[in-house]
T-cell receptor, first 114, second 116 residues
Framework: ELKVEQNPLFLSMQEGKNYTIYCNYS?????LYWYRQDPGKSLESLFV?????AVKQEGRLMASLDTKARLSTLHITAAVHDLSATYFC??????????????FGQGTILTVHP | EAGVAQSPRYKIIEKRQSVAFWCNPI?????LYWYQQILGQGPKLLIQ????????DSQLPKDRFSAERLKGVDSTLKIQPAKLEDSAVYLC??????????????FGPGTRLTVT
């Protein structure tokens, strides 16, 4: 059974600081997704990582994937209050040409304060 | 482009009652997913459709949950009879088919179910 673990689960950051959220998973997969969820809202897709070594950046967020280490990171640069949300990673446990069988991590609740 | 639509947004029922949720995916999206998100947890995939066929329902509690996508467009998820532990947000998502690079899933606003 695929297990996806995020850490930390709770992250309190000061504005302007940098930090990294880690996502470890237990079985081979080369497709990993990062989502953002605001309180009471649905999930917003942030990044889709489809191969080993993939790196994507959008604004203050950068995601990377190391399939050999079964690890993805979400790096936050110079945090601002608007980044406060819950961040989920999700791993696709389907293989080959199949896709979409996502297993989500527990989520990291990020709070950015002045 | 319109997003994934879901209704109702909120539903409160008593245990042992039945309930149904509706989802209309983004136009042209062949793949449709239903997820259950219990408070404080990540979403859990219940069922995946490709057009009107089921691709994966391995995590769907089939003794009480059922889902259909008869015409390959909108879908209904039903719970009968509901239990207290079914209280959760039910999310619908859709994506293009795999031949179109349909890896990215787009989520609807969800239906918050409370079972009392």
């Amino acid at each position: 059974e695929l297990k996806v673990e995020q850490n930390p689960l709770f992250l309190s950051m000061q504005e302007g600081k940098n930090y990294t959220i880690y996502c470890n998973y237990s079985t081979t997969s080369d497709r990993l997704y990062w989502y953002r969820q605001d309180p009471g809202k649905s999930l917003e897709s942030l990044f889709v990582l489809l191969s080993n070594g993939a790196v994507k950046q959008e604004g203050r967020l950068m995601a990377s994937l190391d399939t050999k280490a079964r690890l993805s990171t979400l790096h936050i640069t110079a945090a601002v209050h608007d980044l406060s949300a819950t961040y989920f990673c999700a791993v696709d446990r389907a293989g080959g040409t199949s896709y979409g069988k996502l297993t989500f991590g527990q989520g990291t609740i990020l709070t950015v304060h002045p | 482009e319109a997003g994934v639509a879901q209704s109702p947004r909120y539903k409160i029922i008593e245990k042992r009652q039945s309930v149904a949720f509706w989802c209309n995916p983004i136009s042209g999206h062949a793949t449709l997913y239903w997820y259950q998100q219990i408070l404080g947890q990540g979403p859990k995939l219940l069922i995946q459709f490709q057009n009107n066929g089921v691709v994966d329902d391995s995590q769907l509690p089939k003794d009480r949950f059922s889902a259909e996508r008869l015409k390959g467009v909108d879908s209904t998820l039903k719970i009968q009879p509901a239990k207290l532990e079914d209280s959760a947000v039910y999310l619908c998502a859709s994506s293009l088919d795999r031949w179109s690079g349909g890896y990215e899933q787009y989520f609807g606003p969800g239906t918050r179910l409370t079972v009392t």
